[in-house]
């Protein structure tokens, strides 16, 4: 009886665990490469769910906090109906989830900190 109880026990531990612990989380390459095909698609949803909720993304004028505001840039940008064919970028994942995105045309530079799963921190190109 007694073996039974904590076999009971350690099979619901390690079923509860496995509930709690949900999906895996995406890798900081998985979340570049979802964010940018989204981004060349203007898909302003499937932007967000790449950004925690307190990111920053930092753009040549001012610093944008919080999803709301990010999202604001991002309908905007969708707004202007870039043609996105041309945009091609290199990355590279540096340790710690820091992602240097490289234009390829331009040379142009942003960089991506991606912590568990979501862009908690980006800047734009300059």
């Known amino acids: 009886m007694r073996i039974t109880t904590?076999?009971?026990s350690a099979a619901l531990a390690c079923f509860c665990g496995a509930?709690?612990?949900g999906?895996?989380?995406a890798s900081p390459k998985q979340v570049m490469?979802?964010?940018i095909a989204v981004v060349k698609k203007d898909d302003v949803a499937a932007i967000m769910e790449d950004y925690a909720k307190d990111a920053v993304l930092v753009t040549q004028t001012e610093a944008l906090i919080g999803t709301a505001s990010i999202r604001e840039f991002f309908l905007h940008l969708a707004a202007e109906h870039r043609d996105w064919k041309t945009y091609?970028?290199?990355q590279e994942v540096k340790a710690e989830g820091v992602v240097l995105q490289k234009e390829?045309?331009?040379g142009k530079v942003e960089v991506f900190v991606v912590r568990h799963g979501k862009i908690v921190f980006q800047t734009l190109a300059r």
Do not use: C, G, Q, R
């Open 6 to 8: 904590v076999l009971i």
């Open 33 to 35: 490469e979802h964010h």
């Open 88 to 90: 091609n970028v290199t």
């Open 19 to 21: 509930v709690a612990a």
């Open 104 to 106: 390829v045309t331009s």
């Open 23 to 25: 999906p895996p989380v």
